[in-house]
């Protein structure tokens, strides 16, 4: 016979949701090769919600958050945000969304973040996209892009390059050595640059058809 503590545990874990089963694709790349480009295709195509860690951070920012002030400042001189207020972000999107495939753009950034949400989540990443382009076309790309992003001018742009060399290449880098990185050619135009993830796509989505034990 339980105690009255246990019956109270019980309450308290059924009224948890149980723990979600996802898939998870790392979309990664330099600023500006892209990523955000490629997962609106993706979503239209394959099905996966796009989660953009930049994203749920500049919401973080609108949504007047204590943690707003400190995010606007790490972003605006090109820094990464601490990995407990991000990941917390990415967590909640995953459990808030009804679907079970997830393509997380723009993380992880640096060791710090691929090791946290590893172990905090225990999820581990399906492959990583990584779309590889050079830094002149980036620029050019950001310098473009008029989102009206605080983060899209020359001195920002240049922090978030240095970064993105000294911290974001070593993930890469780290799950390459691993055999899960599909390495696109980002410098083509949108519609060249999606061929080439489809390639990646279309394998994983195909519906195999069997007939008399024979693949059709
Ligand atoms: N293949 C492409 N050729 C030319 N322009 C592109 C291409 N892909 C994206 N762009 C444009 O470049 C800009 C940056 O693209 P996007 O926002 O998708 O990059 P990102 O990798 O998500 O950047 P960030 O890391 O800064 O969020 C946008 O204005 C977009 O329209
Ligand atoms: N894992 C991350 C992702 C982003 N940031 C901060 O947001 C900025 C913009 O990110 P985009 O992917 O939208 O370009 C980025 O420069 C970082 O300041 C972060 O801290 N951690
Ligand atoms: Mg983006």
Same mark, same amino acid.
């Given at each position: 016979? +339980?105690?009255a =503590?246990?019956?109270?545990?019980?309450?308290?874990?059924?009224? &948890?949701?149980?723990?979600?089963? =996802?898939?998870?694709?790392?979309?990664?790349?330099?600023? !500006?090769? !892209?990523?955000?480009?490629?997962?609106?295709?993706? =979503?239209?195509? /394959?099905? /996966?919600?796009? *989660? #953009?860690?930049?994203?749920?951070?500049?919401?973080? @920012?609108? #949504?007047?958050?204590?943690?707003?002030?400190?995010?606007?400042?790490m972003?605006? %001189? +090109?820094?990464?945000?601490?990995?407990?207020?991000?990941?917390? &972000? *990415? %967590?909640?999107?995953?459990?808030?969304?009804?679907?079970?495939?997830? *393509?997380?753009?723009?993380?992880?950034?640096n060791?710090?973040?691929?090791?946290?949400?590893? #172990?905090?989540?225990?999820?581990?990443? %399906?492959?990583? $996209?990584?779309?590889?382009?050079?830094?002149?076309?980036?620029?050019?790309?950001?310098?473009?892009?008029?989102?009206g992003?605080?983060?899209?001018n020359?001195e920002?742009?240049?922090?978030?390059?240095?970064?993105?060399?000294?911290?974001? &290449?070593?993930?890469?880098?780290?799950?390459?050595?691993?055999?899960?990185?599909?390495? @696109?050619?980002?410098?083509?135009?949108v519609? %060249?640059?999606?061929?080439?993830?489809?390639?990646?796509?279309?394998? $994983?989505?195909?519906?195999?058809?069997?007939?008399?034990?024979?693949? *059709?």
């Amino acid at each position: 016979m +339980g105690t009255a =503590v246990d019956a109270a545990n019980k309450v308290v874990n059924e009224s &948890l949701p149980s723990e979600k089963k =996802v898939t998870v694709i790392f979309v990664l790349g330099g600023p !500006g090769s !892209g990523k955000g480009t490629q997962c609106a295709n993706i =979503v239209e195509n /394959y099905g /996966y919600t796009h *989660l #953009s860690a930049g994203d749920l951070l500049r919401a973080e @920012i609108k #949504s007047g958050s204590e943690n707003g002030t400190m995010i606007q400042n790490m972003i605006k %001189e +090109g820094k990464i945000v601490p990995s407990e207020v991000t990941i917390k &972000l *990415l %967590e909640r999107a995953i459990q808030e969304n009804g679907n079970d495939k997830f *393509l997380i753009d723009g993380f992880p950034r640096n060791e710090e973040n691929r090791a946290a949400f590893e #172990s905090v989540t225990g999820i581990v990443p %399906e492959f990583v $996209l990584f779309f590889d382009c050079p830094e002149e076309e980036m620029e050019r790309r950001l310098l473009n892009r008029n989102q009206g992003r605080d983060d899209d001018n020359i001195e920002t742009i240049r922090k978030r390059f240095n970064v993105y060399m000294e911290s974001s &290449l070593p993930v890469i880098e780290y799950y390459n050595a691993k055999g899960k990185v599909r390495k @696109i050619n980002a410098a083509k135009p949108v519609e %060249e640059v999606f061929e080439d993830v489809k390639a990646v796509f279309i394998p $994983l989505h195909e519906k195999v058809v069997y007939s008399f034990g024979r693949i *059709l």
